[in-house]
């Protein structure tokens, strides 16, 4: 097994140079691999803590957590397309809760599931909140985890 590691950044302590590897990762994943036009840059990226995941060195999988008053939400979950399959999605997700639930232990966790992962978030306790809507070209369900569980 190659070398994974993690690390928390937040916003101000991104350089430049890892700034632009992690948007041109998302991108390369939401936009170009998924063929979705969305506006990547939310103006939510400031305010939240980005997880970035790395094997052999190379960042391989990514997300951004969103600690608010009311709730945590998670985004921008991606894991490099060669990479996929291996767990590291499930150490992301891992990662976020345990950081939620040292933070924020008493605020709900949401998401908002790409439709075909309903399934992956179910195993770690979301459930969704609503219908399936298209959010550019690509279907999504919000889910929520009522206590981190």
């Not at 041109?24 to 969305?38: D, K, L, M, T």
């Amino acid at each position: 097994m190659p070398e994974v590691v993690t690390e928390w950044q937040r916003f101000e302590e991104l350089s430049a140079d890892r700034l632009y590897e992690l948007l041109r990762f998302r991108q390369g994943i939401f936009v170009v691999e998924q063929g979705s036009p969305y506006p990547d840059l939310d103006g939510l990226d400031q305010d939240a803590w980005h997880l970035l995941l790395r094997v052999k060195g190379e960042l391989a999988g990514y997300l951004r957590l969103m600690p608010a008053a009311l709730q945590v939400r998670i985004g921008r979950v991606a894991v490099a397309a060669p990479l996929r399959g291996r767990g590291f999605g499930h150490r992301l997700i891992d990662k976020a809760l345990l950081f939620s639930r040292e933070h924020c232990p008493d605020l709900p966790v949401v998401l908002t599931a790409q439709a075909h992962l309903v399934a992956l978030y179910r195993s770690f306790g979301f459930e969704p909140t609503g219908e399936p809507f298209d959010d550019f070209g690509v279907s999504h369900v919000e889910m929520t985890m009522q206590r981190n569980v």
